[in-house]
């Protein structure tokens, strides 16, 4: 026992270390007896191999608390901390990372497909080609073309502008409404089937114009983007006009790429300019149009064509214009006329019609495209030419006609411009005789004009003709004339002019509105305060004065004291 136990060795840790076991072992080998005393480890400490273990317990270096591991071989809490934030900012840093260069990538093919969309939209066949075959009855081969269509003196250059044969300038198109110049604007662009051609209608509100002009270049001004999901705001919302600004950069673009490909500009066609409103936005709408129109212009990339019935859109176009052309689009002279009312009648009736037929249809209604097509349609041609001159007076008369004197001074305003309506109409009829001819067998119709100054001058006013000449009573041509709108119409101011007792009318009219206006430049006195006879003398003193007495009256003892 002695020999035994003096093989022995006890080693105790301090028991206030309770966190470290401590052991109790024989030296000499594993047979032993082993046992562990004050632990608090798990029992898979315990549970290791004999070989695992140190033969003696001393403290050490690596049970000290500064060391990276415990006796087991685990980590410290402060580097589990220090791994756990590792990794996750490796996980984070791996989904920033993807995620940027997915948000980058589809930004990138985002633009680019924007692009080949736009690019697609100048390529052969137009939705508006197919519109316009289906509602107007576009001639869609050259057979029809030669029997139906009306060839005016304007086509061949439209022609060469929308193929853009053309280029250095932009175009405005001016002419009544009913002349023909979106059909000949449609034609241009079905001979060569829409190739580089986009084409839409203008509109009052900016933000239709938008809807408008991203339908014709197939640009959906970022409303399919979704790159708002890869960062923290998308393309920022503005107004219509930034939109539009946008499209037109795009189109830039695209016309920089394409150059190179078709050896010509493309063409960017706006029809029914006179819709947009004559107001600030309006001009701001036509002033960036017109920017681009002249840049476009200058660089051989984009050829603009404007559309537009009103003068008003012309005289905005020309205080910036250096690059513009303006083709002034009017009536069919007697020859034409006489031609397109024969190929009407044959479209729809099959039927000729005589010289004498086609040389009344003329002198009521002229060479307007639009008159000559109801015309046609109608089983009775000079019927419907009546009808037409009636209902053109009637217009006029619903827009213009004065109210004697007899009239409210409530209505005074609307009859000032109604009466220098009648005025002006007045005055085109009293011009016909002073004329050379009103009448001319291979031209036709001469209508009587003024220019817009004189015009303004017989009126008295210069803000009333430009509304005329939207509401279609009056036309101011291109080289700044003003006339009839139609020869329907003038016919109504003969008609009108001529009643019994009209010059009476509109005198008495002219008269009242001058009297209303007397009344209210006038200030009434009144006297007050004048009994037993008291009045007022008035006496002029000095060159600008006068003096006021009251002379009471005298008092009989009727009023005592």
Known sequence: MASVRQGVRLTLRPLLRAQQPATVTWAGGNWGPKCSFFSTQSSKANAQPPNSRESDVKPSSAASPQNSQNGNGELSLPQKMLESAATSFASILVLAAGFGIAGYAYHKSYKRIVLNKMANAFEPGDPVLDLAAIGKEVPMTPADMDDRWVNRPEQLRVDQIVQGEEVGHYHLLI??????KSSMLIEAMRKIDGDGVAMFEAHADLEIVRIRLGKALDFEFHEDYIGGYFSERGPRDTTALLDIERALNKLEKVAL??????KKPLVLIINQMHLIRDDDDGKDLIELLQQRAEQWAAANLVTM???SDDFWVYERLKQLATRMEVIPVLDLPKAQASIALQKYRVRYFGQQVSARELEEVYDLVGGRLSFLNRVAKSRDMLAMCKRICDNERRWFLNQCWILGA???DDVMDQQKWASAAMVLAQALVQEEPNMDATYDAKIGHILPSFPLHIAQQRMTRADFIRQMDRLNLFSITSEADVRASSVPMHHAFRQICSEPGFNEHLEATTLRIADIESLGRQRELVAKDLVL??????????????TVKVVPGEDRGMYPG
């Open 305 to 307: 064509v404007f559309n």
């Open 257 to 262: 790429l394409k150059r190179a490909e078709r």
């Open 175 to 180: 002419g009544d409404k009913g002349t023909g």
């Open 533 to 546: 006879g008291g009045h007022y003398e008035i006496a002029k003193q000095g060159s600008n004065g006068f």
């Open 406 to 408: 007899e009239m409210d």
